[in-house]
């Protein structure tokens, strides 16, 4: 079983800054991809950031320069730093661990920290 715990979240005014944390636990294949998603209202779920065990990061075009995802192997643990925090940024975010072991993709979602930005 893999156990993932979001933290976090909460409410910030435009232009400031809130950091997610995201733990892994449990039986989890060493070569995978953590990330965050997120769920606007009346939206569907899309990718924000993920970074791979290797070190590859990716971002979506409407956070690139103000988020900055960071992951930390040894814990199972990523992060992400987001900054100049917009309205639009409201959302649930969802942290997301996945792999492909023996040709099977194995997929695990947190529970979701609420994230508004609000003056």
């Known amino acids: 079983q893999v156990h993932l715990v979001e933290s976090g979240g909460g409410l910030v005014q435009p232009g400031g800054s809130l950091r997610l944390s995201c733990a892994a636990s449990?039986?989890?294949?060493?070569?995978?991809?953590m990330g965050w998603y997120r769920q606007a209202q009346g939206k569907e779920r899309e990718l924000v950031a993920a970074?791979?065990?290797?070190?590859?990061?990716n971002y979506a075009a409407s956070v690139k320069g103000r988020f900055t995802i960071s992951r930390d192997n040894a814990k199972n643990t990523i992060y992400l730093q987001m900054n100049s925090l917009k309205p639009e940024d409201t959302a649930v975010y969802y942290c997301?661990?996945?792999?492909?072991?023996?040709?099977?993709?194995?997929?695990?979602w947190g529970q979701g920290t609420q994230v508004t930005v609000s003056s």
């Open positions: 997301n661990l996945n792999w492909i072991e023996n040709t099977e993709k194995y997929d695990h």
């Open positions: 449990g039986s989890i294949f060493s070569i995978n991809v």
């Open positions: 970074a791979t065990s290797a070190g590859f990061r």
